[in-house]
C-alpha cells in the first residue's frame, strides 16, 4: 500500500465560538502529538489576540499520527479554521487544501448563520462534510432538536451525525476512526511534475518568507529550485517542514503534505496566496486553480501619530499583506494628518483586527479615520468613478447619480425577538426580503442592506436586542442607486478633512449632530468661542459651541468704582474679537482618536 493512501487531509468548520479549536487540542492529546506538561486550551491559537479574544483569526495547520483501530499508522493533516464572517476568506483557502470538513455545531446554539455559509464553501470545494455535534456534556443541549436541524437546514442526514464533548473528550475517538474511513486520501502524482498549492505564508525578520503549502503533485526537497508559476521567479529552496504543531524541518515534502517552505524569498510581496509552486528541473505545464483576488470591502485612512513613524508604518504594513492576501493598502495623504495609507479591509473586525497587530506587533502608535465603502459615481459626461475616500469625491455639479454597495444578510434569532431584529433592519435602510422558520424557537431571516449601514454599529445592536442570541452572516450583492452626500466638518470656519464621510441624506443630520458633540467634548477651550459645524455643500446642518475660555481679570478689584471693572472687561471682550479673527485652532492629537473612535 502506498504512503499516499495512509494520509488525510481536513480541516474543522463552525460558525464562532462552536468549540473548533477545544477539538483540535483534545485530538492533538489522543495522537500523541504534544506532550502533556505542554497542553494548554485552545493550543493552535498562538497569537495574543486570539488567546485574549478567545477567537480564531488565522488558520492553523498541523500534522498528527494516528494509529488506527486495525493498527495502521496514518499521517493526518489538520487544519483549524476561523469562524468570524469577516475571515471567511481565510477558511476557504483552508478548504482548498483539505479532502475532509468536520462542520462543528454547538448542542446548546444549534445551526448558525456562519455553519451555513461554511457548509456551502466546503460543498462548492467538493469535500466530505462530517458533521459534529459538540457540547453534548452540557444540561441545556438539545441534541435531537440541532441533529434535526442540520438535517434540514443543511441537508446532511441526521444519522451521520457524531455526538462529542470536545472539553471532557467524550466521542473524540470515534471522529478519528471515521475519518479514516469517510475522508478521502489525496488524490497526486508521485512522478513526474512538482505542483504545490500556497495556501497562507507569514514573514520572519530572520529566515525571510515561509509559505505553507499543500504538495498536490510531486515532491519539494532542501536546495531544490523552484518557480512561482504567477511570476516567473525563481528561487532556492533553503528548508521543507511540517508544522508538528511547531515548524519540524524534514528531509523531504511529498505528494499529499501539508507543511512550509523557506527559501530566498526576502520580499513580502513576491509570494502571492493561491500561486503554485513548481521545481525548475520538473517543472509543469499548468498552475494549480488558485484562489481568487479577495476584494476589500471596507476602506479606511491609517496614520501614524507621529510623522517620523511613516516609513516604519509602510514596513509593517507590507509584512501584514503577506500574511493576509485580502488586506490591501495604498498611499495617501491627509492636510490634517499628514502622509498615511489608505487600507482596505473585509470587514471591521477585520479592520480592528489589523489595527490591533500593527500596535501590537510592530509597536505602532496609529490614528484611523471614520470607515467606509467604494462608491460608483456617474458622472454627467458618462465616466464612472469608484470613491473610496470622500476627499476623492468629484464636484457635485459633475454628479448624475451614486450608487453604494449593498449586502445579502441572513440573520439567525429567537422567534420573541422578530420585531425589535426588523426594526434595526429598517432603521439601517434594510429590506426584508424573506423569513425562514428553522425550529420551533428561532427563524432566519434574509434581508438586502447597504454595506455602509452595517459598519459602525449593526453587531451591536443586533447583539443588544436579542440578548446576545442572534448571529448574522451576509455575502456582497452588488450595488444600487442611492441619495448619497458629502458630509464635511469646519471647525472655527476650516474645514477639516479627516472628518469628511459619505452618508446617506437621510442619516446626514444625526451623524453631522454626532460628529459635532463628539468634537465639542474633546477641543480643548481657546481664548475665544469656537463653532464647530456640519455641512452639506456648505450649508450648515448642525453646529456646537466650544465655549470660550474666561481670564478672571476683575480678581484684583477688590470694591472701589464698577467702571474700573467694566473697563477692564470691555478691554478684554475686544481683545478676544481681535483674536477671534486671527485665531487658528489646532486640534490635538488625541482629539482625532477619541472622535473617531467614538463614530465606530
Known amino acids: 500500500m502506498s504512503k499516499l493512501s495512509h494520509i488525510r487531509n481536513f480541516c474543522i468548520i463552525a460558525h464562532i465560538d462552536h468549540g473548533k479549536s477545544t477539538l483540535a487540542d483534545r485530538m492533538l492529546e489522543l495522537t500523541h502529538t504534544i506532550l502533556e506538561r505542554d497542553q494548554r486550551d485552545q493550543y493552535l491559537d498562538s497569537m495574543d489576540l486570539e488567546r485574549e479574544r478567545g477567537i480564531t483569526i488565522k488558520a492553523h495547520p498541523v500534522t498528527m499520527k494516528y494509529i488506527s483501530q486495525a493498527g495502521e499508522a496514518y499521517r493526518f493533516n489538520l487544519i483549524d479554521t476561523p469562524g468570524h464572517v469577516d475571515f471567511a476568506y481565510e477558511v476557504s483557502r483552508s478548504l482548498s487544501a483539505c479532502e475532509g470538513a468536520l462542520l462543528v455545531v454547538d448542542a446548546?446554539?444549534?445551526?448558525?448563520?456562519?455553519?451555513?455559509?461554511?457548509?456551502?464553501?466546503?460543498?462548492?470545494?467538493?469535500?466530505?462534510?462530517?458533521?459534529?455535534?459538540?457540547?453534548?456534556?452540557?444540561?441545556?443541549?438539545?441534541?435531537?432538536?440541532?441533529?434535526?436541524?442540520i438535517e434540514d437546514v443543511l441537508a446532511i442526514p441526521m444519522d451521520e451525525t457524531f455526538t462529542v464533548s470536545a472539553k471532557t473528550g467524550e466521542g473524540v475517538g470515534a471522529i478519528l476512526e471515521e475519518i479514516v474511513q469517510r475522508?478521502?486520501?489525496?488524490?497526486?502524482?508521485?512522478?513526474?511534475?512538482?505542483?504545490?498549492?500556497?495556501?497562507?505564508?507569514?514573514?520572519?525578520s530572520y529566515r525571510g518568507v515561509i509559505s505553507y503549502?499543500?504538495?498536490?503533485?510531486?515532491?519539494?526537497?532542501?536546495?531544490?529550485?523552484?518557480?512561482?508559476?504567477?511570476?516567473?521567479?525563481?528561487?532556492?529552496?533553503?528548508?521543507?517542514?511540517?508544522?508538528?504543531?511547531?515548524p519540524v524541518?524534514?528531509?523531504?515534502l511529498e505528494t499529499g503534505f501539508v507543511g512550509y517552505l523557506t527559501g530566498n524569498i526576502k520580499d513580502s510581496t513576491e509570494m502571492k496566496i493561491g500561486d503554485t509552486v513548481t521545481r525548475i528541473d520538473q517543472a509543469a505545464a499548468d498552475p494549480l486553480p488558485g484562489f481568487k483576488q479577495i476584494q476589500p470591502m471596507v476602506?479606511?485612512?491609517?496614520?501614524?501619530?507621529?510623522?517620523?513613524?511613516?516609513?516604519?508604518?509602510?514596513?509593517?504594513?507590507?509584512?501584514?499583506?503577506?500574511?493576509?492576501?485580502?488586506?490591501?493598502?495604498?498611499?495617501?495623504?491627509?492636510?490634517?494628518?499628514?502622509?498615511?495609507?489608505?487600507?482596505?479591509?473585509?470587514?471591521?473586525?477585520?479592520?480592528?483586527?489589523?489595527?490591533?497587530?500593527?500596535?501590537?506587533?510592530?509597536?505602532?502608535?496609529?490614528?484611523?479615520?471614520?470607515?467606509?465603502?467604494?462608491?460608483?459615481?456617474?458622472?454627467?459626461?458618462?465616466?464612472?468613478?469608484?470613491?473610496?475616500?470622500?476627499?476623492?469625491?468629484?464636484?457635485?455639479?459633475?454628479?448624475?447619480?451614486?450608487?453604494?454597495?449593498?449586502?445579502?444578510?441572513?440573520?439567525?434569532?429567537?422567534?420573541?425577538f422578530i420585531g425589535d431584529v426588523m426594526q434595526i433592519i429598517m432603521d439601517k435602510r434594510g429590506d426584508l426580503e424573506k423569513t425562514e422558520t428553522i425550529d420551533t424557537r428561532r427563524v432566519m431571516l434574509t434581508c438586502r442592506m447597504p454595506l455602509n449601514e452595517i459598519l459602525i454599529d449593526f453587531h451591536d445592536r443586533l447583539k443588544s436586542a436579542t440578548r446576545g442570541y442572534a448571529s448574522m452572516d451576509y455575502e456582497y450583492s452588488g450595488y444600487q442607486d442611492s441619495d448619497l452626500v458629502k458630509l464635511d466638518i469646519y471647525v472655527h470656519g476650516e474645514l477639516v478633512d479627516a472628518f469628511s464621510c459619505i452618508v446617506h441624506r437621510s442619516k446626514a443630520v444625526e451623524r453631522g449632530r454626532q460628529m459635532c458633540l463628539s468634537l465639542k467634548d474633546v477641543i480643548p477651550p481657546q481664548m475665544f468661542a469656537v463653532p464647530i459645524q456640519a455641512a452639506i455643500q456648505k450649508q450648515i446642518i448642525a453646529r456646537e459651541t466650544v465655549r470660550a475660555m474666561r481670564k478672571d481679570v476683575t480678581s484684583k478689584c477688590y470694591g472701589g468704582d464698577v467702571t474700573r471693572k467694566r473697563k477692564l472687561l470691555e478691554r478684554q471682550k475686544a481683545g478676544k474679537k481681535k483674536m477671534k479673527q486671527v485665531g487658528r485652532v489646532s486640534i490635538p492629537q488625541d482629539a482625532f482618536i477619541s472622535v473617531l473612535k467614538s463614530s465606530q
Open 108 to 149: 446548546t446554539q444549534g445551526v448558525e448563520a456562519q455553519t451555513v455559509a461554511n457548509t456551502h464553501l466546503a460543498v462548492d470545494q467538493g469535500l466530505v462534510i462530517i458533521p459534529v455535534l459538540n457540547k453534548i456534556d452540557l444540561p441545556s443541549a438539545n441534541v435531537e432538536e440541532v441533529c434535526r436541524q
Open 183 to 204: 475522508v478521502p486520501p489525496p488524490t497526486g502524482k508521485l512522478e513526474g511534475p512538482t505542483r504545490a498549492l500556497v495556501f497562507d505564508s507569514t514573514y520572519d
Open 213 to 246: 503549502i499543500r504538495v498536490v503533485d510531486g515532491s519539494l526537497r532542501k536546495g531544490d529550485r523552484i518557480r512561482l508559476m504567477s511570476t516567473g521567479n525563481d528561487y532556492e529552496i533553503k528548508e521543507v517542514g511540517i508544522f508538528n504543531p511547531k
Open 249 to 252: 524541518a524534514l528531509g523531504a
Open 299 to 416: 476602506f479606511s485612512g491609517v496614520y501614524p501619530v507621529n510623522t517620523a513613524d511613516y516609513e516604519k508604518l509602510k514596513q509593517s504594513l507590507e509584512k501584514l499583506v503577506l500574511n493576509d492576501s485580502s488586506f490591501h493598502f495604498q498611499t495617501e495623504s491627509s492636510a490634517a494628518l499628514g502622509l498615511g495609507f489608505r487600507c482596505g479591509f473585509l470587514g471591521l473586525l477585520h479592520m480592528e483586527i489589523i489595527q490591533e497587530r500593527l500596535r501590537r506587533e510592530y509597536d505602532m502608535d496609529i490614528i484611523t479615520t471614520y470607515p467606509g465603502v467604494i462608491y460608483s459615481v456617474y458622472l454627467r459626461n458618462g465616466e464612472i468613478s469608484h470613491v473610496d475616500n470622500p476627499a476623492h469625491l468629484p464636484e457635485i455639479t459633475r454628479i448624475g447619480h451614486m450608487e453604494e454597495p449593498v449586502v445579502l444578510a441572513s440573520i439567525i434569532c429567537p422567534n420573541e
